[in-house]
């Protein structure tokens, strides 16, 4: 790339306005060829990949019982981790259309980042499915394809329209990004040469600039944004009937659906804050992500928080209240049983630790908001885990009760879950801008020769 | 002979001409290019036989399907299991399959074992019999309880070369009930006890539905007089300090101090005297030094409940007093026999329900004192060749004190006839393996009267050869004789069985191969109690070892009697219905003395005795007697040599008898099962025991029900059934053709296993191993719960057979996303295998947990896989499975009928754990069919659906138990420590 040295008008000079030239030369900056720190993490990200693959080739090859699922437990970190990724990609859609419509301007900075996490997290999640198929190689089985036997998925099940849900969130979101990019894509081939330049210039797909395109490129956009809203409320609420649809104590309960959309919010804006933190440290970004985009993610996880812990109260409030033997017994259980610590976990990263962000400088301090959002992260993969396994554990039928304990061969293919994610979006900063630099430009004045009369337009 | 050949000879409607045995027979794959007449493919062919595995000789039906046996059935016209079998019956599948068989002959050279050919294996063994010549007494032969023509030849062989008289060894040989019954009645016999015939039945330590005398045939009496059937019931009172399988199933299970049965069986006698509940005063002698009053202090029985013993035994009409299981069984064995023929006497009850005539083939077992002679015997040297016949084990069945293997190293020729390898052969220097008895022909007789035949049912699987054969052709080579001369003239051993037949059958052979046998009437009889008496000596029993010791309960395990089960892996993973524990030895310690002595259960712990050690891991039992331990015997070694990942074969042992002296009984001969005191010292490891149920406690959840005997009794008057009734918006489900339905009566299941085992034999359920099964991996489609109500020291024990239900509103069904999982429309939860995605939603929805998922690719271990049954599928990695009702079984019974051009009928389609149910608790049929027996069933007053508001509408209907409310039993038994 020819781009000029950058200069960066982060750190010390983090008041002063960038303009339309900063922005293209700084966006365009993230894409420089990388450091060896760059390099160290994506070695780490790829060996752990690679363990995980192993792993998972194992278990296909000499079955499920290599993870540690059993009676009753049929169901464990698999679908935990897949719960978990699912709920990460909400933020991205939520952020980029929900908050598009509402025209929240400080979206701007963090949306591309957002929808990228988003996608690669639903991409993530889509593995589970798979991973925890017992005969993975049928799992096309749940597709509706036609067949000479006239065979159809069972469109009763939650595990089908799970399919669907997830199917329609990707593809949607992948278009909505895609369509969001064609501008900055072409900057970034005008910005480029060689071979970069041909690949950009197909991806820009002719885009100059002019105003039928604009026009064109607005409805566009809203007209997905709109699409994309409906969505956000609903793939967690499919994901969460996977639950509330089964006759286990602790899953059945119509509390399922806003609970676990919530829960995705408040995990996809600490997953956010996890991804664009080390991105504004790194690539000095301090100009574009401002501290008052930071101070507006904590009061969103701060206000998901104080309502996930609502939920809470009124989970147990309905258990007890329920007078259901089998739901007391089964929410005594959790609470005093093995798995106790497991919710000990949840409650304390999920209900006390954002309370720290009622303190204004916790919500634009770097490091508190980092530790807040990496136990945000480590709280709703617990809620995950505690609505599967121990629920399974205490179920109806005494004889069967009993405890799940991981194996080498599924914590493995969870890690390795990570490592895929992190592989994507690893990459992705490095290939396309991972600020948008068209909205961006949006939020700042026009370039105008004359700097009066550019304040009075 | 060829396998065309094989077949018209022995097919049960076959030929007679059998010209050379089967024992030149090598295996053969099946392929026929010519097709026989007598095998149809697919179409199974069934022989006639008899069980071998215990003395107890039931009637087996063996189904044979292009020339395997796949599965074992009871044979319905035997008078002994009349179509039942227990699970060690089931399971002898496992045996004849097993891989651990010994193919051909083989010779120990020092530690190593060498294949030597037929020919000279059998010159090897001439020689060593030739050189006995001159030295009379120097030949032994064991076997075990041969009560037919293969004893007689044992007999005449042996005598013809100068041997020993053949010694038969059962370590459970009830040598004291017949030394009780000579001195009471003058008659050395066992007798048969007519559970049915009985009102009330008093069993002091009998272990009469697991192993006792004849298992089955008593499970099928005790159902008939003891399970509720239209108000109509027994009673049934068990006193022992353990409270064992048996001892669940009694309306008053009485816990005693070890060794005080017979005070205890005194002393109620006494106060049947002194309350004048009988008219017969004749045995005030013998009693006449009993005190109650002592013996309720020793025994730690209240005086209370001795008394209500006494008067609910003297009020039947009429009783059966039975007793002496093995766990009870010490130096004062035959006084207890003695005081139990007394109560019997006394109650009217000899010649009604102890019926002399029809006695027991036990009559014929080498007393324990007379085998420790000839150990003695070969300790001292003074035999140079012993003949172990199969199915005996004496390395390990017989007391550690006798110290058995250095005995028999010092005999300096040893052939062991046993087909599998064990402590015994592990000792033998030649090894010729015999038939199985699937494979072999012969005869049984469990009682007078009952003439049990038995045929091959199959080639050999591996090459065997008759004992038999081998001793009829060693013999003629040693006797220097021809065939058809001399003593043994015979060329086969099947020559000589059908010659010993022939007066029996007289030329109607087939019908004799066709029913298994030949059964005759016995007249009973009669028999009259020994004019004096001398008072018999009422106290406890005398135990060695440490005073402050706990005493050895020793007993018989239901799974492997004497050991002779244990190398069957079905037998090793169904868990032992009281503990639940699958796979390892275990020592039952009270829980209380646990927690003195600081042991948690699964904690190996030290068992020591003055003749030996064992070390097992704890079971914690809050109902044994503080004052007992109790151990299992039978728990040998791990299934397969060839495949250790089970469970190591190290922790797969654990022998009580090891911890037994050698000494007897004095009166009966008997071995001294109760007489050591042992002391526990942790050893600091751990090695918890795969407990198989969570919990007994249903925590209030009524899976098992039980409704005390008034109510049952005004319900059955009344027929009322109140049902949950579960709205719905759906409209119900239209059943076209049938209905399949079961019922399970927990009244009249006993909790033996059997339906388990016969369930696995059925439809291919592989064996997982310890590991597996202990994390909730088994894949029985049916357990056997035991849920245990009230005071945990002495619960009212329920048991509960749990399969699939069949829901109609099944939660597993739409929770499938690819409809691999769903309803028939003759109603049943069908799965389809080939559909399976496996993403076991199913399984986390089905309430009862009765779906099995498929973790892993299980093999069936060579030559196991030809007991598969070729008409059920094995099922692949990664899919569901479970109770199907037996759908191969229902789909051949439809056809049949629609052959007949008629509708299912009620015992047209028996399920495999229907048909094998000792006391007939399991019931299937068409619901929708009015006057069948499970649409009867399903609307009786007792009738419930397991978690049924649940609102799931099961197929299967289960009977409460009727708990009969005796008077308050107090917790019994301080006893002393």
Redesign the interface.
């Known amino acids: 790339m020819s781009a000029p040295e950058p200069r960066p008008i982060a750190g010390g000079a983090a008041t002063a306005e960038p303009t339309f030239a900063d922005v293209n030369r700084d966006v365009l900056a993230t894409l420089r060829p990388p450091g060896n720190l760059y390099f160290a993490w994506m070695s780490l990200v790829g060996l752990l990949l690679a363990c995980g693959f192993l792993a998972w080739a194992y278990q296909i090859f000499?079955?499920?019982?290599a993870a540690g699922?059993?009676?009753?437990q049929?169901?464990a970190m698999y679908i935990t981790t897949f719960v978990f990724w699912i709920g990460i990609g909400h933020a991205g859609t939520l952020i980029s259309a929900v908050l598009y419509l509402f025209r929240a301007r400080w979206r701007t900075s963090i949306y591309r980042a957002a929808e990228a996490m988003t996608i690669f997290a639903v991409l993530t999640a889509g593995l589970f499915?798979l991973i925890?198929?017992?005969?993975?190689w049928?799992?096309y089985?749940?597709l509706p394809y036609p067949n000479q036997r006239y065979?159809?998925?069972?469109f009763?099940?939650?595990?089908?329209w799970d399919?669907f849900a997830i199917s329609t969130y990707l593809s949607i979101s992948t278009v909505f990004f895609i369509v969001g990019l064609v501008p900055d894509i072409a900057a970034l081939r005008d910005a480029s040469t060689g071979w970069r330049r041909r690949i950009y210039a197909m991806l820009a797909l002719g885009w100059e600039g002019s105003d039928r395109q604009w026009r064109h490129y607005r409805r566009a956009y809203g007209l997905f944004a709109a699409l994309a809203t409906p969505l956000v409320l609903s793939v967690h609420s499919v994901v969460s009937w996977?639950f509330a649809?089964?006759?286990?104590p602790g899953w059945h309960s119509t509390l399922f659906a806003p609970f676990f959309v919530d829960g995705a919010i408040f995990s996809g804006f600490a997953m956010v804050l996890v991804l664009v933190l080390p991105m504004r440290h790194f690539f000095r970004l301090h100009a574009y992500i401002r501290d008052r985009h930071l101070d507006a993610m904590a009061k969103l996880i701060l206000v998901t928080g104080l309502v996930l812990t609502y939920f809470y109260i009124c989970e147990l409030f309905t258990s007890w209240y329920s007078g259901d033997?089998?739901e007391k017994?089964s929410l005594f259980w959790r609470l005093t049983g093995t798995y106790w610590w497991a919710l000990g976990t949840m409650y304390f990263c999920n209900c006390v630790a954002p309370l720290i962000l009622f303190w204004r400088k916790a919500r634009t301090n770097s490091v508190i908001l980092y530790i807040v959002s990496v136990l945000v992260l480590i709280g709703m993969w617990f809620e995950r885990f505690n609505i599967i396994v121990p629920s399974?554990a205490h179920?109806?039928?005494?004889?069967?009760?009993?405890i799940y304990?991981p194996t080498i061969t599924d914590s493995t293919i969870i890690v390795g879950s990570f490592a895929w994610f992190f592989l994507l979006f690893l990459g992705f900063i490095k290939v396309m801008p991972s600020l948008s630099i068209v909205e961006v430009k949006e939020t700042i004045p026009p370039p105008m020769k004359d700097a009066r009369h550019a304040g009075l337009h | 002979m060829n396998r065309r050949d094989f077949f018209k000879i022995v097919a049960t409607t076959g030929a007679t001409a059998a010209a050379a045995g089967c024992q030149q027979a090598t295996e053969q794959i099946l392929p026929l290019v010519v097709p026989n007449d007598n095998l149809v493919p697919g179409v199974a062919a069934w022989f006639a036989t008899v069980c071998r595995e215990c003395p107890a000789g039931c009637g087996v039906l063996a189904r044979n399907r292009e020339g395997r046996v796949v599965k074992l059935e009871g044979n319905a016209e035997h008078p002994v299991n009349r179509g039942a079998l227990c699970a060690r019956g089931q399971a002898a599948l496992q045996g004849l399959y097993h891989p651990d068989r010994v193919a051909g002959p083989h010779r120990r050279e020092g530690e190593a074992w060498r294949a030597v050919g037929w020919d000279d294996a059998l010159k090897l063994f001439g020689e060593r019999l030739g050189a006995l010549k001159g030295k009379p007494r120097a030949l032994a032969v064991v076997s075990q309880l041969e009560s037919g023509s293969l004893g007689a030849l044992l007999d005449r062989w042996s005598q013809a070369l100068g041997g020993r008289p053949r010694v038969t060894l059962e370590p459970f040989g009830y040598e004291a009930i017949r030394s009780g019954n000579q001195l009471t009645f003058g008659r050395d016999a066992v007798p048969y006890h007519a559970f049915e015939a009985a009102e009330v039945v008093l069993s002091f330590g009998a272990d009469f539905l697991e192993t006792w005398v004849s298992n089955v045939q008593a499970a099928r009496g005790f159902a008939r007089m003891h399970a509720f059937r239209e108000g109509k019931t027994g009673t049934f009172i068990h006193v022992e300090p353990r409270q064992s399988l048996t001892a669940s199933s009694a309306d008053e299970w009485v816990r005693n101090a070890p060794g005080t049965e017979a005070a205890v069986a005194l002393a109620v006698l006494r106060l049947m005297l002194e309350g004048g509940l009988t008219a017969d005063k004749r045995y005030g002698d013998a009693v006449a030094a009993v005190d109650p009053k002592r013996v309720a202090e020793e025994s730690g029985v209240p005086l209370e409940t001795l008394k209500h013993v006494a008067k609910t035994f003297a009020s039947a009409r009429p009783g059966l007093a039975v007793g002496g299981g093995v766990a009870v069984t010490g130096s004062q064995a035959t006084a207890l026999q003695v005081a139990v023929n007394l109560l019997n006497a006394a109650a009217g009850n000899v010649g009604k329900t102890v019926r002399f005539g029809p006695d027991h083939a036990y009559g014929r077992v080498t007393p324990y004192a007379e085998v420790a002679r000839l150990v003695q015997a070969m300790a001292g040297g003074e035999v140079d060749v012993l003949v172990l016949g199969a199915g005996v084990n004496p390395a390990f069945t017989l007391p550690g004190g006798l110290k058995v293997a250095e005995a028999i190293r010092k005999v300096p020729f040893v052939v062991s006839f046993s087909n599998l390898p064990d402590e015994t052969t592990a000792l033998a220097h030649l090894v010729l393996p015999d038939t199985h008895w699937l494979e072999s022909w012969g005869d049984y007789a469990p009682h007078d009267g009952v003439l049990g035949l038995m045929q091959p049912t199959m080639q050999p699987i591996r090459e065997a050869r008759p004992m038999g054969d081998v001793l009829l052709e060693v013999g003629r080579s040693v006797l220097g004789s021809e065939e058809g001369k001399g003593p043994l003239p015979w060329s086969t051993f099947e020559q000589y069985l059908r010659a010993a037949w022939e007066p029996i059958v007289k030329g109607q052979w087939e019908a004799a191969l066709h029913q298994g046998g030949v059964w005759r009437d016995v007249p009973p009889a009669a028999v009259t109690v020994a004019a004096k008496l001398d008072g018999v000596d009422a106290g406890p029993a005398k135990l060695e070892g440490p005073a402050d010791g706990l005493a050895l309960l020793a007993y018989p395990s239901l799974r492997f009697y004497d050991g002779r089960g244990a190398t069957r892996a079905w037998l090793q993973e169904v868990p032992d219905p009281m503990t639940q524990i699958a796979w390892d030895p275990w020592v039952e310690i009270n829980a209380q003395t646990a927690t003195r002595l600081g042991i948690r259960q699964g904690d190996v712990v030290r068992v020591t005795s003055p003749h030996g050690a064992v070390e097992l891991p704890a079971y914690l039992s809050p109902s044994l007697h503080p004052g007992a331990v109790a151990v299992p015997i039978g728990h040998r070694y791990a299934p397969y040599h060839v495949r250790l990942k089970y469970v190591p074969p190290a922790q797969g042992a654990g022998n009580p008898m090891a911890l037994l002296p050698a000494g007897a009984d004095a009166a009966s001969g008997a071995p001294a099962f109760l007489s050591v005191r042992v002391a526990l010292v942790k050893t600091g490891a751990r090695r918890p025991p795969a407990v198989l149920?969570?919990?007994h406690?249903?925590?209030?959840?009524e899976?098992a029900r039980h409704v005390d005997l008034t109510r049952a009794r005004d319900d059955a008057l009344r027929g009322t059934r109140k049902e949950h009734d579960h709205p719905s918006m759906y409209s119900e489900q239209r059943y076209r053709g049938y209905r399949w339905g079961m019922t399970v009566d927990v009244d009249a299941c006993i909790g033996c296993q059997a339906c388990a085992v016969a369930c696995q034999a059925e439809n291919n359920v592989p064996v997982v191993g310890k590991a597996?099964a202990s994390?909730?991996?088994q894949l029985h489609w049916l357990?056997l719960?035991r849920w245990a109500e009230g005071d945990p020291a002495h619960p009212q024990n329920l048991f509960l057979p749990?399969f699939c239900q069949h829901c109609e509103v099944a939660?597993c069904e739409?929770?499938?996303?690819?409809?691999a999982a769903y309803r028939t429309d003759e109603g049943l939860n069908g799965q389809v295998y080939n559909?399976?995605?496996?993403?076991?939603?199913c399984?986390?929805?089905c309430?009862?947990?009765v779906r099995?998922?498929?973790?892993?690719?299980y093999d069936f271990p060579a030559p196991l896989e030809i007991q598969l049954n070729p008409d059920v599928t094995v099922r692949?990695?990664?899919?569901?499975e479970k109770c199907t009702m037996c759908v191969q079984r229902i789909v051949a019974g439809k056809d049949r009928a629609r052959e007949d051009k008629r509708a299912v009928r009620d015992g047209d389609i028996v399920t495999a754990c229907q048909q094998t149910c000792p006391t007939q608790a399991i019931t299937f049929g068409n619901l929708k069919d009015e006057g069948s027996t499970v649409s009867t069933q399903s609307h009786s007053p007792r009738a419930y659906h397991v978690?049924d508001e649940?609102g799931t509408r099961p197929g299967v209907t289960y009977l409460s138990k009727v708990v009969r409310a005796h008077e308050p039993s107090p917790a019994a038994g301080k006893g002393h420590a």
């Not at chain 1, 649809?245 to 286990?248: E, K, P, S, T």
């Not at chain 2, 099995?852 to 690719?857: G, I, S």
């Open positions: 000499y079955g499920m019982g699922k059993r009676t009753p049929m169901w499915p925890h198929a017992g005969r993975m049928f799992a089985f749940l065979l159809w998925p069972n009763k099940s939650p595990l089908v399919v996977d649809m089964a006759l286990v033997h089998f017994a399974l179920d109806f039928y005494p004889a069967t009760w009993g304990v | 149920q969570a919990t406690d249903q925590d209030h959840r899976i597996e994390y909730g991996r357990r719960e749990m939660p739409p929770v499938c996303p690819v409809f559909r399976c995605v496996g993403t076991r939603y399984g986390n929805n309430p009862y947990h099995r998922f498929n973790w892993w690719n692949q990695l990664g899919v569901m978690l649940l």
